[in-house]
């Protein structure tokens, strides 16, 4: 059974930064491409960026980002992590870590059928 968790998340100010980790379990690592969404107040769920570890882990990133989102896989650990610098309010939401072994580009259209419950980020400004 796929199981991801989040963890990481919390209250920062507006400018801070946060590490956001993404723990698997259940399957084989490396044979999956596993990605963040964020789903912020009464808005749609959006997909951050993703690692495609059957492809040598290459690193997909959606086109709105700034710059400020840099995502890395650690298949010592099973884990991946998101890095937010410069945070700022628009970005809170709940962050959520998504897997499948089958990957589509462009990443909007990525549809990944394992979730984890998710981890809320809050930005003051």
């Known amino acids: 059974e796929v199981q991801l968790v989040e963890s990481g998340g919390g209250l920062v100010q507006a400018g801070g930064s946060l590490r956001l980790s993404c723990a698997a379990s259940?399957?084989?690592?490396?044979?999956?491409?596993i990605g963040w969404f964020r789903q912020a107040p009464g808005k749609e769920r959006e997909a951050i960026a993703c690692?495609?570890?059957?492809?040598?882990?290459?690193?997909y990133y959606a086109d709105f980002l700034k710059g400020r989102f840099t995502i890395a896989s650690d298949n010592a650990k099973n884990t991946v992590y998101l890095q937010i610098d410069n945070l700022e309010p628009e970005d809170t939401a709940v962050y959520y870590c998504?897997?499948?072994?089958?990957?589509?580009?462009?990443?909007?259209?990525?549809?990944?059928?394992?979730w984890g419950q998710g981890t809320q980020v809050t930005v003051s400004s």
């Open positions: 998504a897997a499948d072994r089958v990957m589509v580009l462009p990443l909007f259209e990525w549809a990944p059928r394992s």
């Open positions: 690692v495609d570890n059957s492809d040598g882990s290459a690193y």
């Open positions: 259940g399957f084989t690592f490396r044979d999956y491409t």
